[in-house]
């Protein structure tokens, strides 16, 4: 059995940070979980964390705002490309109502992959996203008060990485993270860890001519995707295994407050993340009250009105 029982977060380059809260909490109806800093460099960037009101790993997807700095990632092929939503079947017609009366840019049509339709709709920064139809998902719905539990989001489905070669990296999902290639459409690969289903699934689209993206932090790409481990002594279990196999490109045990990440590129170039379980959202707030205040970890906390003060305001 895989180690990897499916997603912990996702982590963005967006551009503003009050364009972003309204993008998942207003629109998509996510729980803003933990409003802190990131937690590399000197100069103070929002690290905003949305998902369902547990906070639950899996359901996450977390924003650097760049705007503030200017800097502007290139996306292309070695990088998460899309983050797909899971969404109970028939809630389509909701969702593009929805859209357009928040003005988010969405297609017209509505493709079909391993037999579930879904819609592509678009970040104000351009990342893109798809809701999934699915009636497997039983995680708790992230209703509204004007978005009903039968249309709701239930979290993170899966991931479309956008890669030019993919022999490799069929080779590193199965040997190196233990999912199961479940099945193949035209350029798209499908793959599944533990038990499957929305949340452990992963989807290569093989986009040969693609020029290759960045992998700063910026606005505008997806920088990385965590996948959730048990404990650090996993994430050291995975780097031997990818060291064995001759991937050197892997990070220390990063302590990340919440929770310990390890980061490697996989062949195709895509930032992958090991992240622990072990710790949580709960060492500085009280579930029921997630993200209700700025946080900051112990070794920053002496600086808290001054990073604020360096911050644009927001609110939820
Ligand atoms: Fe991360």
Excluded at 9 to 20: C, N, Y
Excluded at 85 to 107: A, E, H, I, T
Excluded at 273 to 286: C, H, N, R, S, V
Aim: net charge negative; aromatic share 12%; charged share 25%.
């Amino acid at each position: 059995m895989s180690m990897i029982k499916g997603f912990h977060h996702l982590t963005a380059g967006v551009s503003g940070a009050q364009e972003d809260v309204d993008f998942y909490v207003k629109l998509l109806g996510q729980s803003l979980v933990k409003k802190t800093v990131l937690l590399d460099g000197e100069d103070p960037i929002y690290h905003l964390y949305y998902g369902n009101a547990n906070g639950d790993p899996g359901t996450l997807v977390t924003s650097f705002p760049f705007r503030q700095k200017g800097v502007k990632a290139r996306p292309g092929s070695g990088q998460v490309r899309v983050i797909n939503y899971s969404v109970p079947k028939g809630s389509l017609n909701f969702w593009r109502s929805r859209f357009d009366n928040f003005k988010v840019s969405y297609d017209v049509e509505i493709p079909e992959r391993f037999n579930e339709r879904r819609q592509r709709f678009y970040h104000p920064c351009g990342i893109e996203f798809d809701l999934v139809e699915t009636d497997l998902d039983t995680r708790p719905a992230c209703v509204a008060k004007d978005i009903p539990e039968a249309f709701a989001v239930r979290g993170v489905h899966s991931i479309t990485l956008s890669l030019r070669e993919v022999a490799e990296s069929i080779r590193f999902m199965g040997e190196a993270l233990g999912f199961r290639q479940v099945g193949q459409s035209g350029p798209y690969y499908r793959f599944e860890t533990h038990t499957g289903g929305p949340g452990m699934v992963v989807e290569f689209f093989h986009e040969p001519d693609r020029h290759q993206g960045s992998s700063i932090y910026g606005e505008g790409t997806i920088h990385h995707v965590a996948f959730a481990v048990d404990s650090v002594d996993q994430q050291m279990i995975l780097k031997d295994r990818f060291m064995g196999m001759g991937y050197i490109d892997t990070s220390e045990s990063v302590n990340r407050n919440y929770f310990r990440s390890m980061y490697f590129k996989m062949p195709g170039g895509v930032i992958f993340e090991a992240a622990t379980t072990d710790i949580g959202f709960a060492i500085d707030e009280e579930p029921g009250h997630f993200g209700e205040e700025f946080q900051l970890p112990p070794w920053l906390v002496d600086r808290k009105d001054e990073l604020l003060g360096r911050l644009e305001p927001i609110a939820v």
